[in-house]
Nanobody, 114 residues
Framework: VQLQASGGGLVQAGGSLRLSCIAS????????MGWYRQAPGKQRELVAV???????KYADFVKGRFTGSRDNAKNTVDLQMNSLKPEDTAVYYC?????????WGQGTLVTVSS
């Protein structure tokens, strides 16, 4: 199983970006998929996780600005990021528990300039 993330880049504060992640390989069940991030010098932290029923859990620092969504048929999870702030600058990682095992994508860099 592999997770492939895309959509990072450079954006000005207040702007938007959309991250996408697709899971591929021998997939029997996806328990959840979501996003974590790691800023320079900081620990990796949860951003948003979407379960199979479509409900999404968000970190407090992104509530009202970010929206997570999943397409179960396509094995994808997206993260729409609006009202971005410089403190959102980080490497964003797609993550999931698939076939009862944890997987991580390669990370995509999001840079928000002030």
């Amino acid at each position: 199983v592999q997770l492939q993330a895309s959509g990072g880049g450079l954006v000005q504060a207040g702007g938007s970006l959309r991250l996408s992640c697709i899971a591929s390989g021998r997939i029997f069940v996806i328990n959840y998929m979501g996003w974590y991030r790691q800023a320079p010098g900081k620990q990796r932290e949860l951003v948003a996780v979407t379960t199979n029923d479509g409900s999404t859990k968000y970190a407090d620092f992104v509530k009202g600005r970010f929206t997570g969504s999943r397409d179960n048929a396509k094995n994808t999870v997206d993260l729409q990021m609006n009202s971005l702030k410089p403190e959102d600058t980080a490497v964003y990682y797609c993550s999931g528990v698939i076939n009862e095992l944890p997987y991580w994508g390669q990370g995509t860099l999001v840079t928000v300039s002030s």
